[in-house]
């Protein structure tokens, strides 16, 4: 099988690279750069989803050998006022069949919160926060806010977790009918 993964960031890569080697797939990663076709930060759970259903689609249209195609995307998500990081992933296959899901929520701080709101992307902001360079491609703003105890990678990998297991879920659903 060849996978396709919407992104070059090796935050994202990584996690997918170690799902399959956790769950034993017999697939091969191709990572392209494909547009979110949303923002460059995007301001809701919706929106963050929307990013990540977008990629996974967008890499089934680059490349017609790819069989599945991932997406990736990290937002923040208005809480009563409080900002959240949040985080989505999907995939899509050549059936038209998408599969979402979405990670651990974690508070942002009010210097990142106020900077996102005026408009910086929040991987500068992690950065100056950190005192760090290219934040958003190694822990992210998790590993940062949780002295590493769950890094961006580590998220992904759950979201990734959730999603290949209802496809095999719902595979085997579909199986039974048959
Ligand atoms: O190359 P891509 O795949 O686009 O990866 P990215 O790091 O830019 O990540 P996203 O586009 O998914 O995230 C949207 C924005 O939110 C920021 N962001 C989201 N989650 C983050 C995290 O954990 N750490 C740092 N920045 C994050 C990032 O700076 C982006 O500007
Ligand atoms: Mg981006």
Not at 111 to 117: K, S, T, Y
């Amino acid at each position: 099988m060849r996978i396709g993964v919407g992104t070059k960031n090796p935050a994202k890569i990584n996690a997918l690279r170690q799902l399959i080697q956790e769950q034993f797939i017999d697939a091969d990663i191709h990572s392209f750069d494909v547009p979110s076709g949303i923002s460059a930060m995007p301001m809701s759970d919706l929106e963050t989803r929307q990013g990540a259903v977008n990629r996974a689609k967008a890499v089934l249209e680059r490349d017609e050998t790819i069989d599945l195609g991932v997406g990736m995307e990290g937002g923040v998500s208005d809480i009563e006022g409080e900002l959240y990081l949040c985080n989505w992933a999907a995939v899509a296959d050549r059936s038209g069949h998408v599969i979402s899901a979405g990670g651990a929520r974690i508070l942002l701080p009010d210097i990142l919160a106020d900077g996102v709101r005026a408009g910086h992307e929040l991987g500068d902001l992690a950065d100056d926060y950190a005192h760090e360079q290219s934040v958003h491609t190694r822990g992210g703003t998790i590993g940062i806010l949780t002295e590493g105890r769950v890094t961006r990678t580590e998220m992904f990998l759950h979201i990734l977790k959730l999603i290949e297991g209802m496809y095999a879920h719902q595979k085997g659903k579909a199986d039974d009918e048959l």
